[in-house]
């Protein structure tokens, strides 16, 4: 049978009804949007990051241009993101008309801070480091290089919901964490939705979520709708209650792929506490261990190639990559969901130590 790289059903039945009663009280209420639903969860948020500002959005895309909006992020200005992520968050800084400069990435795949100082110039106005995986970067030197040039930092936390930098959870160091809420998530809605976290109030991020206009009707500037909707809203409510299930067995099936896959195999993660939000291993021999584990009906993914930094409308950009183009030939990413049993990661893992160089 097929191992699936990822499976987003819901088979729980608890959950299920649960989520059903959600929707069901969404008919009957008749609010999608604007509703109770979402402060509900926005209280949550807050509550859980200890932050006083959460605000939902659309997806994470929206949370990270708002931000980088809300600092004042414009023509000129240039903004360092990692080599490799999600391409969004190098489009978003375009989409401003600003120049995204890549930063060479470690093998841990999060940007390079050795490397990251001798790119910063007059025009960088915003650093984003990309938690990837799950896995945190270095905070407190980041802090540090932010502080010494007067920058902001936006941590791009849409891999990392939970997990922590020294006990501290990411997305509470920067300016603004800002968080991918999609299904593919570990902790995901039904379908799109972000999150922003700041530690102040922000009546800016707040007047730029929808159009530009503010609690009172009051158009205060352009802008366009990035607000997350009543219904994911409510559904998230219910998802965060039954989050530690799920969190618990991906942890298990990473710690089972940890401790059966070969020493030959550079396995990106770390300790008991890392929520993992893949399972990406560094391997000689990629193409040829990918082809027999797909003949093999396991799928595998390489998050994320191609690199940002090797997209063509990318190519006069400033780029420090040269650590990124070795890993893109050897990154390999498995299947990990909470319906993959044990013998699937061993079997994974038997071929991956039978066939490495
Ligand atoms: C690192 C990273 N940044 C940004 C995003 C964008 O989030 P969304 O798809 O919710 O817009 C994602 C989504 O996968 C991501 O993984």
Not at 147 to 169: M, P, T, V
Not at 271 to 279: A, H, K, R, S, T
Not at 322 to 345: C, F, G, R, W
């Amino acid at each position: 049978m097929k191992i699936k790289f990822q499976d987003l059903r819901v088979l729980d039945e608890n959950l299920r009804s649960d989520l059903m009663n959600d929707l069901k009280e969404s008919f009957e209420d008749g609010k999608y949007i604007a509703g109770d639903a979402v402060k509900n969860i926005e209280n949550i948020f807050s509550e859980f990051f200890s932050s006083p500002e959460a605000v939902f959005t659309s997806s994470g895309t929206s949370a990270l241009i708002i931000c980088l909006q809300s600092l004042g992020v414009s023509s000129g200005d240039e903004v360092i993101i990692p080599a490799m992520s999600w391409i969004s968050t190098a489009h978003i800084v375009r989409e401003l008309g600003a120049t995204p400069v890549f930063c060479d990435i470690t093998d841990r795949l999060l940007i390079d801070l050795d490397i990251l100082e001798a790119l910063i110039t007059d025009k960088t106005k915003v650093i984003i480091p990309v938690h990837f995986g799950g896995l945190s970067c270095d905070m407190n030197r980041l802090i540090d290089i932010s502080h010494k040039y007067s920058l902001s930092i936006i941590e791009d936390c849409s891999q990392a919901f939970g997990n922590k930098y020294n006990g501290r959870r990411l997305g509470t160091f920067g300016e603004f964490g800002c968080f991918s809420l999609n299904p593919m998530k570990i902790f995901g809605a039904l379908g799109e939705a972000g999150l922003i976290i700041s530690q102040s109030r922000h009546e800016t991020i707040r007047s730029k979520i929808y159009c530009g206009v503010d609690s009172e009707k009051k158009i205060l500037s352009a802008g366009i709708n990035h607000r997350g909707d009543n219904l994911q809203a409510r559904f998230l409510k219910t998802i965060f209650k039954y989050k530690d299930m799920k969190e618990k067995k991906v942890k298990e099936l990473w710690k089972l792929y940890n401790d059966n896959l070969s020493d030959k195999v550079q396995l990106i993660g770390e300790g008991e506490d890392f929520i993992p939000y893949c399972v990406n291993i560094l391997i000689e021999n990629r193409d040829y261990i990918e082809k027999i584990l797909n003949d093999n009906e396991i799928e595998t993914k390489k998050i994320h190639l191609p690199l940002m930094s090797d997209i063509s409308i990318y190519s006069s950009c400033v780029k420090s990559d040269e650590n990124a183009q070795k890993i893109k030939s050897k990154l390999l990413t498995l299947p990990l969901h909470q319906y993959l049993n044990s013998d699937d990661v061993l079997k994974i893992c038997h071929i991956i130590n039978r066939e490495i160089i």
